[in-house]
């Protein structure tokens, strides 16, 4: 499969330094109107920083993904006080559609804009004085930044035989990309916790309306893991549930990726594509696998196959300690304030992905025994 070129680091770092609002110094006072509860004086801060089309109209897509994210400051910081915003700021409507158009996502910020296109240092957008809350976005943006290369690495791996050292050196090298999502989720519940995100940070994230339509707010399932998981596994796979999820996001994460998983979607998944090489690398005979390989070639594709074995390994290391910190989350909320996460998912699809997940490994264990 050829390559295509995901998002670059010097494009998040522009984003973040852009400023197309002069919103700069009014987000740097907004944690503390959030924490004297100020709804009217943050309405006013936004209503002063709304570009007008013309204005919209000649910037470039940095311009544009910059101001959509402090936009989307405000928006949430007015939202969690249960105010809708474009009923108070009807001006807002025509300028978030032609943001989303622009920038070929929705009409609102989400997960992308909140960490990984937020600024850095003292231009870090926040909605509190927390450092929790410091601490979420930068974890997530260190592990956004990972799946983006082990996305760009799975992509030159897609088409690699089993066969071919290169394949084993490659998987290795993803394998180290994302082992910084097992640091991130343990950082996250090691420093942030659930009841602080509950408490102090989900709020922010409910959904808005824009012209008629609802719009979630930021969400860890933005992060676009299940991208990984179609190359790596589920391209084809026909669980209704777990297809829905992953299309229902496909609008959230950038183009580059939303068209590698459309290339994808329906044909065979990097496993199956390795189960059918396996296959034909061995006969049946007198009912026992006999394998067509020399022993060397044999130690090779076994040593491959358990690089790929950590592969999976490592998104069940992610998945079973974030399943378990969603589900402290919202056991939190006995009131069922938030029945479901931000990215308007219950925890119970974290826990069917890691059983599909486990059931692709166990696949590729059996297709790997003759030659252990």
Not at 223 to 235: A, C, N, Q, V, Y
Request: overall charge neutral; glycine content about 6%.
């Amino acid at each position: 499969m050829q390559q295509t070129l995901l998002a670059t680091s010097s494009l998040h770092n522009n984003i973040g330094l852009c400023d197309p609002l002069d919103a700069a110094d009014s987000l740097r006072r907004l944690p503390e109107l959030n924490r004297q509860h100020l709804p009217i004086k943050i309405i006013s801060q936004l209503a002063r920083h709304i570009p007008n089309l013309a204005q919209v109209e000649s910037w470039d897509y940095i311009s544009a993904v910059a101001a959509m994210r402090d936009i989307g400051m405000f928006l949430g910081s007015i939202k969690r006080f249960r105010i809708e915003p474009e009923i108070v700021l009807p001006e807002l409507t025509p300028v978030l559609l032609r943001l989303g158009e622009k920038t070929d996502l929705p009409p609102r910020d989400n997960a992308i804009h909140y960490t990984i296109w937020n600024g850095h240092g003292a231009d870090l957008r926040t909605y509190t004085h927390h450092d929790q809350e410091r601490v979420l976005i930068e974890s997530t943006r260190s592990a956004y930044i990972a799946l983006e290369k082990a996305s760009k690495q799975l992509i030159l791996l897609y088409d690699v035989s089993i066969t071919d050292p290169y394949f084993g050196e490659l998987c290795s090298q993803i394998n180290s990309s994302m082992g910084q999502l097992g640091k991130t989720i343990c950082q996250v519940f090691r420093d942030v916790g659930a009841e602080f995100f509950v408490t102090e940070i989900r709020p922010f994230f409910e959904p808005i309306m824009v012209d008629g339509k609802e719009h979630r707010g930021p969400g860890a399932v933005e992060l676009p893991l299940f991208l990984i998981d179609h190359m790596l596994w589920s391209s084809n796979s026909n669980d209704a549930e777990y297809v829905s999820f992953k299309e229902d996001y496909l609008t959230t994460v950038l183009p580059e990726a939303r068209t590698i998983y459309k290339k994808l979607s329906g044909q065979p998944s990097m496993l199956d594509r390795i189960i059918q090489e396996l296959a034909r690398q061995t006969s049946t005979s007198n009912g026992a696998g006999k394998i067509k390989t020399s022993g060397n070639n044999s130690q090779l594709i076994n040593n491959n196959l358990n690089e790929l074995k950590r592969l999976f390994g490592r998104l069940i290391s992610f998945r079973t300690p974030h399943l378990k910190l969603a589900q402290q989350a919202y056991n939190l909320t006995p009131d069922a304030q938030f029945d479901h996460g931000s990215g308007g998912y219950t925890p119970e699809i974290v826990g069917r992905v890691l059983m599909l997940t486990q059931a692709a490994r166990n696949r590729l264990s059996v297709a790997q025994a003759p030659y252990r």
